[in-house]
């Protein structure tokens, strides 16, 4: 199995799958490797993406999102669940709290919609830049996030806003415990205590039946740094963070821009690392 992280890795930076990407992903699926995604973002972000792909009718696409709070199986325009890890009740609140207290805007993420209520320039501009880059459609709520919690008071993960990651990463830590934190370039994601890709792909392998050892994992962030290392083939794009290159068993020699996972993968092919069925 191939599991592609989507931003950053298989996506090229203008949002698109190349055609070469696409390519190569079809011509692998239709020789008995399973081509599976693995993202931060919201299932309802990454699911016209995959369909855009044509793989082959009755072929299924093992797909993990909001970094490994929910996992599907796509075939076509059909989707099925396979197993979900939401945030507690009380984990929410605390979050919640955590933003009131530092004027940071939290983004919502239910099985229906995300939530936002920014209430300064800066923090509709951060909500806007996230919505460009992931294709992701905001719900405007009011500041207590009360619609949001009452449509599902146990969501998927929350996001925390803000152009500096590291400052409020350090008393996120101190102040709210019993979740899963990561960093990303311009906001802070909670989840799960036990929530993250890496836990996501485990999962997933079983139910597709699938080893982790006969899984090339191919990532850029730290929201990788379990998916890359779980796997028995972990790959760091070019354009990697530096703690994720330092997990990877190998990184590319090219960028998500210059179709990285593509030609990664026919270098694994062409190496006997990656063994086409047909």
């Known amino acids: 199995m191939v599991c592609l992280d989507m931003d950053g890795t298989s996506l090229h930076s203008d949002g698109i799958f190349t055609e070469r990407t696409g390519r190569v992903l079809r011509e692998i699926s239709r020789k008995g490797i399973v081509v599976a995604f693995c993202s931060g973002r919201r299932a ?8 855009g792909l044509g793989f082959d009718e009755n072929v299924d696409i093992p797909v993990v999102a909001c970094n490994g709070a929910e996992g599907f199986i796509v075939n076509g325009k059909k989707k099925r669940k396979v197993f979900d890890e939401m945030l507690s009740i009380e984990g929410a609140k605390n979050i919640l709290s955590f ?13 229906n919609s995300l939530y936002a209520c920014p209430q300064s320039d800066e923090q509709r501009a951060l909500m806007e830049r996230y919505a460009r880059m992931t294709g992701s459609k905001h719900t405007l709520c009011s500041p207590d996030y009360r619609e949001a919690i009452a449509d599902d008071p146990n969501p998927s993960k929350i996001l925390l806003m803000t152009n500096s990651p590291d400052i409020f990463m350090k008393s996120l830590r ?6 899963h934190r990561i960093r990303a370039s311009f906001f802070l994601e909670c989840l799960a205590k036990n929530c993250n890709k890496g836990a996501g792909l485990e999962r997933m392998c079983r139910v597709v039946s699938i080893p982790l050892e006969a899984c090339a994992a ?5 929201n990788d740094i379990e998916f890359v290392s779980l796997a028995g083939t972990g790959v760091a794009m070019k354009n990697a963070r530096q703690c994720l290159i330092d997990v990877a068993n190998r990184t590319t020699m090219w960028s998500n821009d210059q179709d990285g996972c ?3 993968i026919e270098l694994l092919i062409k190496e006997g690392k990656l063994k086409l069925m047909n």
């Open 262 to 264: 593509a030609r990664e």
């Open 44 to 51: 309802d972000a990454m699911f016209p993406h995959i369909e």
């Open 218 to 222: 191919f990532g850029d962030a730290d």
């Open 99 to 111: 933003a009131k207290e530092h004027c940071l805007m939290a983004q919502y993420y239910t099985a």
């Open 174 to 179: 101190e102040q709210v415990h019993d979740v």
